[in-house]
């Protein structure tokens, strides 16, 4: 799937790789990950009071499919699933760096598209923020549907990261002293787009206010 190789394997059904995908296969990865500790668990301890009857169901069929699924010459793999959930958990990883790289172009593209042509005029926010918060905003409903509000906190904290480099990054050209007042309050009103869309996810520390200060600092404090 990060490889693409989704694409080839399923003969053109799978036109394109999307976040939804990239979602689903976390989805699937968790669930196998979460198996092979409550079989670890399980293994580790002789009696089954510790665990729900559900889990106890669980447990002896992920070694069951493994055994049906590999060739016999693999079975031992299924000595070392401590090291096989490590693997999955790396996997998971990397689909959440690769939702957070898809993040990333999108705001590099529109910062590079629109903001060489920004007038900062105007008492709406720009196109280029209202493009990146509208990818955000999707990414968000996306995720709270298929993922657990762990998972959703984690990808969308490395988003956040992500934001406070990358969007102070575009702006290292344009200096306070170019910008009148008018200006300097539509970047503010483009920022706090940007942030009513963060604070609509749960459970983040930084919902835009370091976006926030960092703008007010470069720009607003100069006025004065």
Known sequence: ????????????????????????????????????????????????????????????CLRILLSRTLNSKHHILLNNLDRMSRDYKEHVDKIFNKLVSIVRNVVDTNCQEHLSKETWSGEEPGVWIKSIAKALSQLHS?????????????????????????????????????LSSQAVQRILLDMSHLVAVLRRVRGLRDRGRTLDRYFRDRYVLCLI
């Open 1 to 60: 799937m990060l490889g693409a190789g989704a694409l080839q394997t399923t003969r053109g059904r799978l036109k394109q790789i999307t976040a939804k995908h990239l979602a689903l296969v976390t989805q699937c990865l968790s669930l196998v990950v979460r198996m092979m500790i409550e079989y670890h668990n399980h293994q580790g301890n002789e009696s089954h009071q510790t665990l729900t009857h559900t889990q106890i169901q669980l447990v002896p």
């Open 142 to 178: 996306l995720l709270v549907q298929l993922l657990p509000p762990d998972q959703v906190k984690t990808i969308f904290t490395q988003i956040v990261t992500m934001l406070n480099k990358r969007i102070p990054a575009h702006f290292k050209n344009l200096e306070a002293s170019s």
